[in-house]
């Protein structure tokens, strides 16, 4: 008879700095997942980031790409490191694959949980509970540029920002399907009374998708106003929707109001199936603490619970986050030493808790949010 177990195929990217230890935590508390709900997952590692490249001068090869492209989603480190120029391996590798594989919605949940601390004096979690949805292959991201007179007192650089209809249409389309699974409200983050064109376009695409949604209610806020209505009202937001450059941004400074960007985690989403997701917590590789256990693992492990929730094992992704919650509550500190655990502490500990089986996130998890749109 056939086994009812299902099997993913997920590739491991650890990267550089604390990317392998951050993924080396979030794979144990997989294997405690997929022990305690009954699927199975495969795990292909691959060599990629600084040292790869100082080895063979590869980036994101076709061949990996090739690869890559096998299996059914992609958990990822952290890239970067001294030794190599800033700028390379960002474009070279981490751009290259969200454009290759039309890894078209940055997913960036911005929740503050019971119990975890934030820098905000007086922001509890009812106030703090929203999603931004980044487009991820387009802007001023598409890596076209030129400088000439280069080295001289003329110098000048051009920078280009690509908004196309249908790169923004699918990312909007995509946030008006969250908003109606939450609670109904999309704010367009943009610069529209500077960046004339780009923002009657973005808008006007948000109007159009959005008549087809009358029940979800429409915002708009400029971006330099999201920064300051964010950490001093971030119940105004459900689901914000923005370009590239302006979510790269603002999703910092939302993980820092959620506790830091140790416990920020994001999913790199292809919207038809036609190649893999990829799922990252939003760090750095943080090469000044590598290898001392001082890396916040939650951040990987709340990534690799989307990526059981874009998988369909949405019990298991909700059992990760009330671990890796309960486990938040108990730290003296976020990060650093001062968390008085080290990194596989903390991931042992979530996995444990995983294979109790403890509880379930109420309020709109991201979790529960991906099983409503994939």
Known sequence: MESATKTYSIAIIPGDGIGPEVTSGALTVLAAAQRTFGFSLEFTDYDAGAQHYL?????????LAQQLRTHDAILFGAMGDPAVEPGILERGFILAMRQAFEQAVNLRPVKLYPGVATPIAGLTPERCDLVIVRENT?????GQGSTIHANTAHTVAVQESVNTRQGITRVVEYAFKLAAARRKKLTLCHKKNILIEAGKLWQEVVDQVGSRYPEVQRDYVHVDAMCFHLPVSPERFDVVVTDNLFGDIITDLGAVIQGGLGVAASANLNLDGSAP??????????????GKGWANPVGAILSAAMLLAHLGEDQAALAIEAAAVEVLQKLPALAGPDMLMSTKQIADAVAELVTANVRKIESHSVMENLAAVR
């Open 277 to 290: 997701s990829m799922f990252e917590a939003i760090h750095g590789s943080a090469p000044d603490i590598a």
């Open 138 to 142: 387009e802007g001023a991201y598409v």
């Open 55 to 63: 080895r063979t001068g590869e980036l994101f090869s076709a061949e």
